[in-house]
T-cell receptor, first 113, second 112 residues
Framework: SQTIHQWPATLVQPVGSPLSLECTVE??????LYWYRQAAGRGLQLLFYSVGIGQISSEVPQNLSASRPQDRQFILSSKKLLLSDSGFYLC???WGYGANVLTFGAGSRLTVL | DAKTTQPTSMDCAEGRAANLPCNHSTISGNEYVYWYRQIHSQGPQYIIH???NNETNEMASLIITEDRKSSTLILPHATLRDTAVYYC?????????????FGTGTLLAVQP
């Protein structure tokens, strides 16, 4: 079964600073990868997904970007953070053409001050 | 946008069955219904999914109405550890892959 590693687990950043959240996957190859964000007290919002190296689809316009430099690596970035970027960021994966069963990482909690 | 409607919150007594409803009246014929849950400050956890037939696994049962416009997730013997937000999701087709768009879910509080 797959395992997702996310880091850092927690970070506090000032407004205007850059951001890099990393996600790596073990136990599978050619996964579909997803970034979700959960604002305080809200549901999960799909931000980006990727079906292969270098292939990124954005679901909502925003201050963030994503990259997939390797098959099992997914990175979420920002050049200048906004207060509204605060939230709980979750990386997820699935694979193959079967059921859409996502495995989630433990998440990265970002606070922008 | 999420294609499902769920109650905001529900209570259940420990040891009793928890029945969580979900409406998905615009579901298409080949779209699956998925259920996930999220315990506070953790990533969501897959529970079960189905298309037409009722499904059961070690965690829960899923009952889908014949017209597929609604479903119910059943936790047969709820425990305190089942307190979580439960998400009912219909796959979103389009783009490079099918996506799961989460709504706000139902907060299930299991009471001792």
């Amino acid at each position: 079964s797959q395992t997702i590693h996310q880091w850092p687990a927690t970070l506090v950043q000032p407004v205007g600073s850059p951001l890099s959240l990393e996600c790596t996957v073990e136990g599978t190859s050619n996964p579909n990868l997803y970034w979700y964000r959960q604002a305080a007290g809200r549901g999960l919002q799909l931000l980006f997904y990727s079906v292969g190296i270098g292939q990124i689809s954005s679901e909502v316009p925003q201050n963030l970007s994503a990259s997939r430099p390797q098959d099992r690596q997914f990175i979420l970035s920002s050049k200048k953070l906004l207060l509204s970027d605060s939230g709980f960021y979750l990386c997820a994966c699935n694979w193959g053409y079967g059921a859409n069963v996502l495995t989630f990482g433990a998440g990265s909690r970002l606070t922008v001050l | 946008d999420a294609k499902t409607t769920q109650p905001t919150s529900m209570d259940c007594a420990e040891g009793r069955a928890a029945n969580l409803p979900c409406n998905h009246s615009t579901i298409s014929g080949n779209e699956y219904v998925y259920w996930y849950r999220q315990i506070h400050s953790q990533g969501p956890q897959y529970i079960i999914h189905g298309l037409k037939n009722n499904e059961t696994n070690e965690m829960a049962s899923l009952i889908i109405t014949e017209d597929r416009k609604s479903s119910t997730l059943i936790l047969p013997h709820a425990t305190l550890r089942d307190t979580a937000v439960y998400y009912c999701i219909v796959e979103n087709y389009g783009g490079a892959t099918n996506k799961l768009i989460f709504g706000t879910g139902t907060l299930l509080a299991v009471q001792p």
